[in-house]
Nanobody, 128 residues
Framework: QVQLVESGGGLVQAGGSLRLSCAASGRSFSSYTMGWFRQAPGKEREFVATIVWTGGRTYYADFVKGRFVISRDNAKNTVLLQMNSLKPDDTAVYYC?????????????????????WGQGTQVTVSS
């Protein structure tokens, strides 16, 4: 069973940056699609970004395009989310997720139900 642990959250002023990290256990990390989701109080969990297992193909939610960058290091079993130009609306708990399907299409990758494993989340707070 895969375990995911997020880190890197914190408090930042609007316009600032944070880098989230997700450390994964398991020998098949390189074959997983990895994603980031977020959930603010009173809101649904929403898709942020996904990176597939090969080729570096990425998908982003419209509200983070041009601001966030997802990347992975298969050798280190980690996935990163570089967040720039942060806005107060970005305030949420950010979750790392893994799908055993290595080649998720965008239509599937944005759905939380497609992911098999989830971390506990890391809080990101952006002040105005």
């Amino acid at each position: 069973q895969v375990q995911l642990v997020e880190s890197g959250g914190g408090l930042v002023q609007a316009g600032g940056s944070l880098r989230l990290s997700c450390a994964a256990s398991g020998r098949s990390f390189s074959s997983y699609t990895m994603g980031w989701f977020r959930q603010a109080p009173g809101k649904e969990r929403e898709f942020v970004a996904t990176i597939v297992w090969t080729g570096g193909r990425t998908y982003y939610a419209d509200f983070v395009k041009g601001r966030f960058v997802i990347s992975r290091d298969n050798a280190k079993n980690t996935v990163l989310l570089q967040m720039n130009s942060l806005k107060p609306d970005d305030t949420a708990v950010y979750y790392c997720a893994a799908s055993i399907v290595g080649l998720l299409t965008f239509e599937r990758a944005i759905r939380p139900s497609e992911y098999n494993y989830w971390g506990q989340g890391t809080q990101v707070t952006v002040s105005s």
